[in-house]
């Protein structure tokens, strides 16, 4: 089945089209600084250089609409579309096909990522509109973690407040790490039981997962908690909140846009909230940026124990996303934390320069560690192929 893959965030949109069955992707590109003065649109065919243009994309609409003009002209037909949708709130445990209802409760629950939903849904309302002989479906960031237990995902606050304002664990990476799963499973058969996911990019979270179903992740309410990422800061008290908006005189925007957009990696090392900027820093010996690195090490692996903990063990361990993939420092210092526990990493394997799913635990450890390249657009595909009729 040829499916168009749509994964839109606050202010961009990639696309992909591809097959479900032979995993080909005929084309793909992204539409950037949606809702800014000056987009871009950048689009690729399958075996042809990447066209990067000027563009003007007033709202996701009309990021939608350009796509989908391009594709058409394209003259490559799909069957379906696939929605990532960032929060699907309480009502969705699995990929939904998009029915009026459906798209009703997107909307519902979108003042928990306000960011995201309104625009996502947008798009999904241009679709229909448009195509509305095709099936959409909404796949959700947060459905893999609704089968956490009470325990994991209850919020110690009044039984009220949590109830009217449906405040709990939701997560976020869930498409990522239901594929980690997977290809986990895949590859590993019967000695894949209990992996640790390890989502590790500007955004980064941590996923304990039993038998397929999540038992703990690090993100909470919404994509700041956790770990320290990017630019969020990643779980700190709570009460810092109350404090910099009583003592501090910032406002609740202030805060939230401090936290989510300068704090983190960016704050902590002073320069850039990219690993890469860091890791060039830290070899200057810049005292700020080993900070970053080391913090950055130390609460994945303080958080890390948490999820082994709520599985009672751990056999796998995957890496994915940018740094998951691409940093060998990263995974070597997080995983030495762990030789308590047996894990033992191979330095040449974890180091080399191979790319896609391989091992690089060493033999006799104790924990099968692999890099898994993510691949959501496979994910939702799958998805739409599974659900639509
Ligand atoms: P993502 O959000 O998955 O795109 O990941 C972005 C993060 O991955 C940024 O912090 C990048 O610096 C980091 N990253 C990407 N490529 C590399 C690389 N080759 N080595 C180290 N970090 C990388």
């Not at 919404?222 to 406002?251: F, N």
């Not at 090392?269 to 913090?295: K, N, Q, T, V, Y």
């Not at 070597?332 to 030789?339: G, I, L």
Request: one cysteine or more; proline letters at 3%.
């Amino acid at each position: 089945m040829n499916v168009l893959v749509v994964n839109a965030g606050s202010s961009s949109l990639k696309y992909q089209l591809m097959d479900t069955v032979t995993r080909e992707v005929f084309a793909k590109g992204n539409c950037e600084r949606i809702g800014l003065d000056r987009g871009i649109f950048g689009h690729a065919v399958a075996g042809e250089e990447k066209v990067t243009e000027d563009a003007l994309f007033p709202d996701h609409r009309t990021a939608i609409r350009a796509v989908l003009d391009h594709l058409a002209g394209l003259d490559i037909a799909f069957d379906g579309i696939g929605h990532r949708i960032v929060q699907g709130g309480w009502y969705f445990e699995d990929s939904a096909l998009v029915t009026d209802e459906v798209y009703a409760k997107i909307l519902e629950v979108a003042p928990l990522a306000p960011l995201h939903n309104y625009g996502e849904a947008a798009i999904i309302e241009y679709c229909r509109e448009r195509y509305p002989e095709l099936p959409n479906v909404a796949v959700f960031d947060t459905s893999f973690h609704m089968t956490m237990p009470e325990v994991a995902s209850t919020y110690a606050l009044p039984k009220d407040v949590v109830d009217k304002y449906h405040v709990r664990k939701y997560g976020a990476h869930g498409t990522s790490h239901r594929y980690e799963w997977m290809r986990a499973k895949e590859l590993l058969g019967e000695s894949c039981h209990r992996l640790l996911s390890c989502h590790l990019g500007n955004g980064a979270s941590l996923c304990a997962i039993e038998d397929g179903t999540c038992r703990d992740t690090t993100m909470g309410l919404t994509p700041l908690d956790g770990l320290m990422m990017g630019t969020r800061c990643g779980s700190i008290d709570p009460a810092t909140v109350c404090y910099l908006q009583r003592e501090g005189g910032y406002t609740y925007d202030e805060v939230d846009e401090m936290m989510n957009k300068r704090s983190g990696m960016l704050a902590v090392s002073g320069i850039s909230s990219d690993a890469r900027d860091i890791r060039d820093g830290a070899s200057r010996g810049d005292e700020r940026c080993l900070l970053a690195f080391d913090m950055f090490a130390y609460k994945a692996m303080t958080q890390a124990a948490a999820m082994i903990a709520s599985m009672a063990g751990v056999d796998t361990i995957t890496f994915t996303a940018g740094i998951g993939e691409n940093d060998w420092s990263i995974r070597k210092a997080f995983c030495e934390c762990f030789e308590w526990l047996g894990v033992r990493i191979d330095n040449d394997r974890n180091r080399s320069a191979e790319r896609g799913d391989r091992v690089i635990s060493a033999a006799g450890s104790s924990v099968t560690v692999m890099v898994i390249p993510t691949d959501e657009e496979y994910m939702i595909a799958s998805d739409v192929e599974r659900l639509a009729v």
